[in-house]
């Protein structure tokens, strides 16, 4: 069974660009989580989809943005990048059902490390 | 809010030493916790899932246990290997307030020196 596929890797960027990153869950989940790790701040969460819709949402600015596609797969997108937003981007899948679990085993992917010069 | 400390922040032993990796979370109503190790560079990877309801949880030569009461948990390594060499992070699930209350510990970096 393949695990969560993050793409791409590694990219740069220069500020006031923006970015899209993509993660493709294992199969058969439907949650996928974002999340931001940098040495300073350790691991923040970004936000939450399940079937297409955005339940939880951390705190960070509307430059962050994601979506879900009916296949689960999610992408999430930076706009107008700051050098700030240099960070290991990773992306988490479970299956919990939504229903009765709050948060069901996280999954997580290689991450999409983001350089903004 | 929750918080969740792992202390040391960073470890040496030598190879074939058994050791103890410690995670604190002051808020006991806790749904689940999960260890994850960290190669540079790289994603989480899951060890171990300890439900609230369980104890303890065994995956090879890892052993985690649960003490909601003492806010507690362990990461046991028997027998440690160079390959072993990583951070290890807890994350601690609420039982209410979904995917954003999920906490997670600034890990413990290990090193296995051979």
């Known amino acids: 069974k393949a695990g969560v596929t993050q793409t791409p890797r590694y990219l740069i960027k220069t500020r006031g660009q923006q970015v899209t990153l993509s993660c493709s869950p294992i199969?058969?989940?439907?949650?996928v989580s974002w999340y931001q790790q940098t040495p300073g701040q350790g691991l923040q969460f970004l936000f939450e989809?399940?079937?297409?819709?955005?339940?939880n949402k951390g705190n960070f600015p509307g430059r962050f943005s994601g979506r879900q596609f009916s296949n689960s797969r999610s992408e999430m997108n930076v706009s107008t990048l700051e050098l700030g937003d240099s960070a290991l981007y990773l992306c988490?899948?479970?299956?919990?059902?939504?229903?009765?679990?709050?948060?069901?085993?996280?999954?997580f992917g290689e991450g999409s490390r983001l350089t903004v010069l | 809010k929750q918080e969740v400390t792992q202390i040391p922040a960073a470890l040496s032993v030598p190879e074939g030493e058994n050791l103890v990796l410690n995670c604190s979370f002051t808020?006991?109503?806790?749904?689940?916790l999960q260890w994850f190790r960290q190669d540079p560079g790289k994603g989480l990877t899951s060890l171990l899932l300890?439900?609230?309801?369980?104890r303890e949880q065994t995956s090879g030569r890892l052993n985690a246990s649960l003490d909601k009461s003492s806010g507690r948990s362990t990461l046991y390594i028997a027998a440690s290997q160079p390959g072993d060499s990583a951070t290890y992070l807890c994350?601690?699930?609420?039982?209410?307030?979904?995917?954003?209350?999920?906490?997670f510990g600034t890990g413990t970096k290990l090193q296995v020196i051979p």
């Open positions: 300890i439900q609230s309801s369980q």
């Open positions: 808020d006991s109503a806790i749904y689940n």
């Open positions: 989809y399940f079937s297409e819709t955005q339940r």
């Open positions: 988490a899948s479970s299956s919990e059902t939504g229903l009765l679990k709050p948060t069901g085993e996280l999954f």
């Open positions: 994350a601690v699930s609420p039982v209410a307030g979904g995917y954003q209350k999920v906490t």
């Open positions: 199969s058969g989940h439907r949650s």
